[in-house]
């Protein structure tokens, strides 16, 4: 087991309809403040403008809000839709977004997952992964600061001697993270600029093996760009719930869950799942080699053989949603931080030993442990000291 791994969500998020949206906002925000308190690592929120359920438009805004809430807890945009915005505009709002949270803002960027965003905007969706890759060149030219910009990119954008306003809080930029889903151009575009990668949305059968696949074309695309990429800032999302038993975790989620697949079948190019009843949704889910619907065990087995089998990563992100009633969810996320976490951050292996030390058996035939022997023995000489006749 690695003993430096991080842990955070990636939140698109999911939000049925029939609720108040405005209710399901405010506890996004107050779920933050409480992985804050469990210890979680980042926290990445997406950017959508269609389909009633993922409510937030504008990620940086709500990071912005978020960070007001929260100590320690990193805050990504997963992701800005990078087509959707001029360069010039994602680098300034970020930068400041870095200063404001003292370093603690993370940009994501990809193509959109929904068509109907570009369509609204009068963007033709197929036209998403090219702007994406030249936004992005004109994006990590502005943030590395190298030289003014100046670049035209065809009905997208146009740099004229360009430099961002401020100096930037994080050195040398607040990091970039490329997601990556069943297309390989998330992937190449981080081996090309040497950024993060966020692989997401490979939770069919076989999705362990598309992971490493993700991988292998960052390292030969940045081996051929004269870049590194690293892979502790290699995240992987997986969908995951857990409760005390199985039956529980199934039971409390089961519902939401096929609501969640059933809105990503409508809206997804590539629908995670095949299945369509709650029960064979968890079934393949399970099998995926990525998520996981069961018990803290069963999930630190499987974040296991998820890190051996891809060759090692930095961070693993629970997907975030409406899985399950808000208040199983908040429960969810404590139960993972307390039962997951300490196995692979190191913090286990020593409070083992201590144990084991201080319960081993003592010699003779007492049945004591040495310990509680050498404090009987202790008790038994102060007794027998204070029973000295005073002069």
């Known amino acids: 087991m690695p003993d430096d791994l991080q842990f955070g969500i990636f939140n698109p998020p999911y939000h049925p309809l029939g609720q108040n949206p405005t209710l399901a906002i405010h506890r996004d925000l107050a779920l933050v403040e409480h992985l804050d308190d469990f210890g979680y690592d980042e926290a990445w929120f997406g950017e959508h403008h269609s389909g009633g359920w993922e409510l937030i438009p504008a990620p940086d805004l709500?990071?912005?809000?978020?960070?007001?809430?929260?100590?320690?807890?990193?805050?990504?945009?997963?992701?800005?839709?990078?087509?959707?915005?001029?360069?010039?505009d994602v680098a300034e709002r970020m930068t400041f977004l870095?200063?404001?949270?003292?370093?603690?803002?993370?940009?994501?960027?990809?193509a959109g997952a929904l068509a109907s965003d570009a369509r609204m905007i009068g963007l033709d969706p197929m036209d998403s992964r090219r702007r994406l890759g030249v936004g992005?060149?004109?994006?990590?030219?502005?943030?590395?600061?190298?030289?003014?910009?100046?670049?035209?990119a065809e009905d997208y954008f146009?740099?004229?001697?360009?430099?961002?306003?401020?100096?930037?809080?994080?050195?040398?930029?607040?990091?970039?993270?490329?997601?990556?889903?069943?297309?390989?151009?998330?992937?190449?575009?981080?081996?090309?600029?040497?950024?993060?990668?966020?692989?997401?949305?490979?939770?069919n059968a076989g999705g362990a093996d598309a992971i490493k696949s993700a991988w292998k074309v960052a390292e030969d695309e940045a081996a051929a760009c004269g870049k590194n990429v690293d892979r502790s800032r290699w995240r992987i999302v997986g969908v995951c719930f857990i409760a005390r038993t199985e039956a529980e975790a199934r039971s409390q989620c089961r519902d939401n869950l096929g609501h969640v697949f059933d809105y990503l079948a409508k809206t997804s190019p590539f629908p995670p799942v095949q299945?369509?009843?709650?029960?064979?949704?968890?079934?393949?889910?399970?099998?995926?080699?990525?998520?996981?619907?069961g018990t803290p065990s069963q999930a630190v087995?499987?974040?296991?053989?998820?890190?051996?089998?891809?060759?090692?990563?930095?961070?693993?992100?629970?997907?975030?949603?409406?899985?399950?009633?808000?208040?199983?969810?908040v429960s969810m996320y404590e139960l993972f931080a307390e039962r997951v976490f300490p196995h692979f951050q190191g913090s286990l292996p020593p409070l083992e030993a201590s144990y084991e030390w201080v319960s081993a058996p003592s010699e003779g035939d007492s049945g004591m442990t040495w310990t509680k022997v050498a404090a009987v023995e202790a008790i038994a000489r102060a007794s027998a000291e204070d029973q000295v006749?005073?002069?």
């Open 62 to 88: 709500f990071i912005a809000a978020a960070a007001e809430r929260t100590k320690h807890i990193k805050l990504g945009t997963g992701v800005t839709t990078l087509p959707y915005h001029h360069p010039y």
């Open 98 to 110: 870095d200063h404001l949270t003292r370093g603690r803002a993370m940009l994501g960027v990809g």
């Open 136 to 152: 992005l060149d004109a994006l990590m030219a502005l943030l590395e600061a190298k030289a003014p910009v100046t670049t035209t």
């Open 158 to 203: 146009e740099l004229s001697n360009a430099t961002v306003h401020l100096p930037p809080y994080t050195r040398p930029h607040l990091e970039v993270a490329i997601a990556s889903t069943a297309s390989p151009t998330g992937a190449k575009l981080a081996g090309r600029h040497g950024a993060s990668l966020l692989s997401l949305g490979m939770w």
């Open 275 to 293: 299945a369509t009843d709650p029960d064979d949704i968890i079934d393949e889910l399970n099998n995926s080699g990525i998520a996981m619907i």
């Open 301 to 329: 087995d499987r974040v296991g053989r998820l890190y051996e089998d891809s060759g090692g990563f930095g961070q693993f992100l629970i997907l975030g949603g409406d899985w399950a009633h808000p208040q199983h969810m």
């Open 389 to 391: 006749p005073a002069r």
